[in-house]
């Protein structure tokens, strides 16, 4: 009966250093959040109780949607391309052998070095006044095109920031997952006269579900939650072609110092992607029935 | 003023528990008494302002033995912020610095203590008299309280390239006039050398004052009515965004990727040799010089800002330093004391020399010392704050404004707006942040 | 030469080929600041720019060691080795309570995290300035610690749970039965067993603590908590940037991440795979 007792207890206190951290570091300022965004807060002090003010303040304002857009465009593209970038180079890479070991060091560096040097260094790479860029795109013909001038160029340039530095995450998760799938089943299938897109679709495809859907999820919320990136490579330019919604989020705060909508906009888009990724997880559970 | 006691009574409990830790660390820095400053200056650093501070920190210690001052350097960008958000939570530093286009912060709430009875009021009247530029210190004053004291000036000026300018036959006064500005960036522009005749940054973030904000501000003498209303969606103001968007559009003297460009990219290239004029903080002056390629850093000139006519100059916005009092500091006495030494007469010479900094008394601008030739950037500064010198209204906040220009400017270039359309973003947008 | 010599040295060359174009876009960016940090201030920005410096000097990494970098790049290691043990301590134990007991709330448990994960935290950083300066850890070391450990341990936990469901039960059936409780059990047989898991978790955790800047800039302001991310950005001041120092403190910065990446590379891919594939 003590032992019992004990052990019912166990998991709690397993859990409970963990919980009390989030609890006091996470919930807690997110809660204080949720009550700056139910007031006026002007210079940093609350000045009044506003209710719901600020959440219709934001939802109404052009500047958030046309940000939510931004925020659209770049996650939906940078999240299929990452994707499709690292699963490649999760095959290419698969196998063992100094080259491949060396190579998945190499694509990794963007990975590890400070967002805010990276992006530093794509912007000046990217600059066409600082004439690299024509060095880079001269040889293909591209040597003209200002390439963080036009909104729809820009907006690639976002996408391609996120590609150069996380497809080395998607890679690595993916990596993973072949690396844990028997190679046996190849090479059954392969004796069973199965081709290399065959094995691909029936055999590495499902396996990977998990890993995949790890991978989406987390590089969702990455790209959703994005600030960095066009913070410093775009500054959110050309006429607020690349403002997505945190970096609105960041300068409502941090630049224009009105707290209320900055943390209303903050809630919505914390729920806005727990939905998401409870879409994902639905989609993933049907999609593992078929 | 309003005081945050919505939340503090919210969380009372929390802060009354948490208050027995904090008296032990004030009744740890008892004796002698630690005043700490916050400031973007690293006194540890070699460099003339930073030795301007610390020979103040010495002789202030020297006459005080019982006061120490800690300077503890600040990235200069949440300097303000930082400060308030110390105060919301009683621990902000004793003395902060806090620049102009972020006296908003400072005046708007209860951060800063009143540093007239402490200060000022100790001053005679001729040391009153003396200050070159009383605007500063009118800006910082709201319902007859001073809550900051003025330590550094600095203004926009036109910089341009002596030797490029000579090329075009042009003298420097046609630079008085924006009309003269754009002629001789038309004649500066060279293609096929990559030189572009007038520089600009219209990025939005790291920003800073481009043409059409300068221009407005000289059209109709600033961009705020008397209680903070913005004053942007005007014919004035559509005048200048269009003169500044046909730089790029119609007159092609400046780069379209300008509208990409951060103020320090832009000042990048300037260094590089890629422009003939650009309008740059007169704190920039000795940076360009020092990364001057492709040029002669002694060819690097300026002038006072453009205006409309030959008659009236553009305004010099008087921006810079100023030094805040902690209102809630223990040691309120000793902060006032450094802040009153960091303002006075020897404080100002050395800010001059050899901080490099504009003179901010008459008696040290008439000096004959600052008629020597390696003093000319600040001598001229020095006469357009007194020609033209312009404060905002510090209560107003205006610190994101002019990126609301740039936006506007971005926009009409891009051909999302009309120049109309455009303003009356912007004016909203500054409308939000009062 | 036999066909399938030159069938073989074909597949070289376009394998070398590939590999080539791979790292040309991964370290190009880089490449170009390595090799600007070589030049001396007035060539950095030179128009037309030229890609291999003429007189490559030192003199940007002098200085950054003169402006203290070492005692920064010291409280960086600090904070990032603590966050990273502190992580995988709680993270152990939690992911251990999840994925070996059935308890109520552990649905629960397992939501918050994913919904944590997704918490931007750009948005909590005036509250958090708040709590942190009333529990006296703002500019501290340890509010950083603290900080990081919260922001990463999410991920963590989900790593380490998946790996642990991955390890056959019966040896911990076995510690427990010759009387083991539960959290000498995890730390004397389960994580022994477990370290490409947490070497892999505790890469993550190092990744963000190492390159973090935006929530150190927001609750530092004494040099004595400063890490080198927010020195590197003091090179952004207000009277310009600068590129050579700027960009040679970055270098440095890659430098022993890119180490570690290395040393513990083997352990990192194997690491991932039990909590990948499981969980």
């Known amino acids: 009966m003590e032992t019992r007792r004990a052990e019912f207890w166990v998991p709690y206190r397993l859990i409970a250093p963990a919980v009390a951290l989030e609890a006091a570091l996470v919930i807690g300022p997110l809660l204080v959040g949720f009550w700056y965004s139910l007031h006026n807060v002007r210079f940093f002090q609350i000045r009044s109780f506003v209710g719901w003010d600020n959440y219709v303040r934001v939802v109404t304002s052009p500047e958030v949607l046309e940000s939510l857009l931004a925020t659209t465009i770049f996650a939906f593209f940078a999240l299929i391309l990452t994707f499709v970038l690292g699963f490649a180079l999760a095959l290419w890479l698969e196998r063992d052998g100094r080259s491949a070991t060396l190579m998945r060091a190499v694509v990794l560096v963007p990975y590890m070095i400070a967002m805010l040097v990276g992006s530093m260094l794509l912007k000046w790479l990217f600059s066409h006044e600082a004439g690299l860029s024509q060095l880079v795109l001269g040889p293909l013909g591209m040597g003209n095109t200002s390439i963080l001038a036009n909104p729809k160029s820009a907006m690639a340039a976002l996408v391609f920031n996120a590609m150069w530095r996380d497809a080395a995450f998607a890679m690595i998760m993916l990596l993973a997952g072949l690396k844990s799938i028997p190679p046996s089943l190849h090479l059954a299938a392969r004796v069973d006269g199965a081709d290399a897109w065959m094995r691909f679709r029936r055999i590495t495809l499902p396996l990977l579900r998990i890993p995949i859907l790890i991978t989406v999820v987390r590089l969702l919320i990455h790209f959703v939650n994005i600030l960095t990136f066009p913070l410093i490579l775009t500054g959110g330019g050309p006429g607020n072609a690349t403002e997505v919604v945190v970096l609105r989020m960041f300068r409502l705060g941090f630049q224009d110092h009105i707290l209320g909508p900055a943390n209303a906009l903050a809630i919505l888009v914390f729920l806005a992607n727990l939905l998401l990724v409870a879409m994902l997880l639905l989609l993933f559970r049907r999609a593992g029935r078929l | ?434 | 030469m036999s066909a399938s010599f030159v069938h073989a040295m074909r597949r070289k060359a376009v394998r070398l080929t590939v590999n080539a174009v791979i790292a040309v876009f991964a370290l190009l960016p880089i490449l170009w600041g390595f090799l600007s940090s070589l030049k001396p201030t007035d060539k950095i920005v030179e128009f037309p720019p030229r890609f291999l410096p003429e007189h490559p000097t030192l003199e940007h990494y002098t200085r950054i060691f003169a402006d203290n970098a070492a005692y920064f790049i010291a409280n960086s290691v600090a904070v990032s080795a603590a966050a990273v043990l502190l992580t995988l301590a709680l993270g152990a134990l939690a992911g251990y309570a999840i994925a070996r007991f059935r308890f109520a709330g552990r649905d629960t448990l397992m939501v918050s995290t994913v919904a944590i994960m997704s918490i931007p935290i750009a948005s909590l950083l005036v509250p958090t300035f708040t709590l942190l300066s009333w529990a006296g850890l703002a500019d501290t070391r340890l509010g950083l610690v603290l900080l990081y450990a919260a922001y990463q341990l999410p991920v963590v936990v989900w790593m380490l749970y998946g790996y642990f469901l991955s390890l056959p039960v019966e040896i911990e059936n076995a510690a427990r039965v010759d009387g083991c409780s539960p959290t000498r059990t995890l730390f004397k047989v389960v994580l022994p067993l477990s370290k490409p898991a947490l070497v892999a978790a505790g890469l993550f955790v190092l990744v963000f603590a190492w390159n973090d800047f935006v929530v150190a800039v927001t609750m530092t302001s004494s040099e004595t908590a400063r890490t080198f991310p927010v020195a590197i950005y003091f090179y952004l001041g207000f009277y310009g940037r600068e590129w050579g120092p700027l960009l040679a403190a970055s270098i440095v910065s890659i430098v022993p991440i890119v180490a570690i990446f290395v040393l513990l590379q083997r352990h990192f891919v194997s690491g991932l795979t039990g909590g990948g594939v499981k969980g």
């Open chain 2, 1 to 434: 003023m309003a005081i945050s006691t919505t939340r503090r009574a919210a969380l009372a409990g929390t802060a009354a528990a948490l208050a027995v830790p904090m008296i032990w660390r004030r009744a740890d820095a008892q004796a002698p008494t630690t005043v700490t400053m916050w400031t973007f200056l690293d006194t540890t650093k070699p460099g003339g302002r930073e030795t301007a501070l610390k020979q103040m920190v010495d002789s202030f210690e020297a006459k005080n033995p019982n006061v120490k001052i800690r300077v503890e350097p600040q990235v200069w960008t949440t300097l303000a912020e930082k400060f308030v958000l110390g105060h919301n939570t009683r621990n902000a530093p004793d003395i902060g610095w806090v620049n102009a286009e972020n006296l908003g912060l400072i005046l708007n709430t209860d951060a800063a203590a009143d540093l007239k009875p402490v200060v000022l009021d100790t001053w005679s009247a001729q040391r009153r008299a003396d200050l070159a530029v009383p605007a500063a210190l009118d800006a910082v004053t709201v319902d007859g309280k001073v809550l900051a004291m003025p330590l550094m000036a600095i203004t926009w000026t036109l910089m341009y390239r002596r030797d490029l300018l000579a090329q075009t036959g042009l003298t420097p006064d046609t630079l008085k006039t924006w009309d003269g500005v754009l002629e001789a960036a038309k004649r500066m522009t060279k293609e096929a050398s990559g030189v572009w005749g007038l520089g600009l940054g219209l990025a939005t973030e790291r920003f800073s004052a481009t043409p059409a904000v300068l221009a407005t501000i000289g059209l109709q003498n600033g961009i705020f009515t008397n209680d903070c209303k913005p004053r942007i969606a005007t014919g004035d103001a559509e005048r200048a965004l269009a003169w500044q968007a046909d730089l790029i559009t119609k007159h092609r003297v400046t780069p379209r990727e300008a509208v990409a460009m951060t103020s320090d990219d832009a000042i990048d290239q300037f260094a590089a040799g890629r422009y003939g004029m650009m309008i740059v903080a007169n704190s920039r002056f000795e940076q360009i010089q020092r990364t001057a390629a492709g040029w002669n850093k002694d060819d690097l000139a300026q002038v006072g800002i453009p205006g409309w006519s030959e008659q009236k100059g553009g305004p010099a916005i008087i921006t810079g330093w100023f030094a805040v009092a902690w209102r809630n500091s223990p040691r309120l006495r000793q902060a006032a004391a450094f802040i009153d030494h960091m303002t006075n007469a020897d404080a100002m010479a050395l800010w001059q020399t050899p901080g490099g900094q504009v003179p901010m008394l008459k008696s040290l601008a008439a000096d004959p010392r600052m008629d020597a030739p390696a003093n000319a950037p600040l001598r001229l500064v020095a006469n357009e704050f007194s020609a033209n010198g312009f404060m905002m209204p510090g209560r107003c906040n205006w610190s994101r404004t002019l990126s609301d220009f740039n936006l506007a400017t971005q926009q009409v270039v891009l051909g999302q707006r009309t120049a109309p359309e455009a303003l009356r973003i912007a004016e909203r947008a500054t409308q939000e942040r009062q």
